[in-house]
């Protein structure tokens, strides 16, 4: 036991600044290791075909080399309970790279534990700053939050990824995304955040859609939309 939760626990480490802890601990410690250590329970990686993590992770060997990658933008909920980071990976070397999103939620000691990861392979890595930009959800109204349906309004700053494609400013999530069977959901303990997986239906398994909705005070706007498919 290597104690990378410990070392996460302090109750002023941000998600961002836990991803960047669980990034390092896989070069450290070894990819797997790292994964397992950090996985909540019911945790679900694709692999590409959707699984249970903990069972997946169970007693299997770290590759010889880790990916590194780091938050370039992170989403968190008004209580500051669950965040979902996206960001660049890169293998050494340089020979492969995509992206990342994870799903953290923090627990009662003030650790971080992932509920989701998923990634997508590109052609370059993108860049990313020193300090992730970080969009918190409106503390506004937030005692209706847990009360107002989600919505296919984009917010303002929507992160959008198809298929292998870099995320594009501007672009638009397609229509639909909610129709396939249902993988994991869930949302923050004040509502202000939301998200769910769906197997794309009618899709080999493994294809899946990533939604993230943000409170904005009124309503949950569509803030991240995922898709294995390039439209």
Same mark, same amino acid.
């Given at each position: 036991? $290597?104690? $990378?939760? !410990?070392? !996460?626990? +302090?109750?002023?480490?941000?998600?961002?600044?836990?991803?960047?802890?669980?990034?390092?601990? !896989?070069?450290?410690?070894?990819?797997?290791?790292?994964?397992?250590?950090?996985? +909540? *329970?019911?945790?679900?990686?694709?692999?590409?075909?959707? %699984?249970?993590?903990?069972?997946?992770?169970?007693?299997?060997?770290?590759?010889? /080399?880790?990916?590194?990658?780091?938050?370039?933008?992170?989403?968190?909920?008004?209580?500051?309970?669950? +965040?979902?980071?996206?960001?660049?990976?890169?293998?050494?070397?340089?020979?492969?790279?995509?992206?990342?999103?994870?799903?953290?939620?923090?627990?009662?000691?003030?650790?971080? %534990?992932?509920?989701?990861?998923?990634?997508?392979?590109?052609?370059?890595?993108?860049? &990313?700053?020193? /300090? *992730?930009?970080?969009?918190?959800?409106?503390?506004?109204? &937030?005692?209706?939050?847990?009360?107002?349906? =989600?919505?296919? $309004?984009?917010?303002?700053?929507?992160?959008?990824?198809?298929?292998?494609?870099?995320?594009?400013?501007?672009?638009?999530? *397609?229509?639909?995304?909610?129709?396939?069977?249902?993988?994991?959901?869930?949302?923050?303990?004040?509502?202000?955040? %939301?998200?769910?997986?769906?197997? $794309?239906?009618?899709?080999?398994?493994?294809?899946? =859609? /990533?939604?993230?909705? %943000?409170?904005?005070?009124?309503?949950?706007?569509?803030?991240?939309?995922?898709?294995?498919?390039?439209?």
């Amino acid at each position: 036991m $290597i104690l $990378i939760i !410990a070392a !996460a626990a +302090a109750g002023s480490m941000t998600a961002w600044e836990a991803e960047r802890r669980y990034s390092a601990a !896989a070069s450290l410690h070894g990819q797997w290791t790292a994964f397992r250590e950090t996985a +909540a *329970p019911d945790a679900l990686m694709f692999v590409p075909q959707p %699984r249970k993590a903990v069972q997946w992770l169970q007693g299997r060997a770290d590759p010889p /080399v880790a990916v590194v990658w780091w938050p370039a933008r992170s989403w968190l909920s008004c209580d500051g309970r669950l +965040a979902v980071n996206f960001g660049p990976w890169l293998r050494k070397g340089g020979t492969l790279a995509g992206t990342f999103t994870t799903i953290w939620v923090k627990q009662e000691d003030g650790s971080w %534990r992932w509920k989701l990861d998923r990634g997508s392979n590109l052609p370059r890595p993108l860049p &990313a700053a020193d /300090v *992730p930009r970080v969009t918190t959800s409106s503390c506004a109204n &937030a005692n209706a939050a847990h009360r107002t349906a =989600v919505t296919a $309004i984009a917010d303002r700053d929507i992160l959008v990824q198809l298929g292998d494609k870099a995320p594009a400013a501007g672009a638009t999530a *397609p229509p639909g995304g909610g129709d396939g069977a249902l993988l994991q959901s869930g949302e923050s303990p004040d509502g202000t955040l %939301r998200w769910d997986v769906r197997q $794309i239906k009618g899709a080999p398994e493994g294809e899946h =859609v /990533v939604r993230v909705w %943000r409170w904005d005070g009124r309503r949950h706007d569509l803030a991240v939309y995922e898709s294995t498919r390039e439209n």
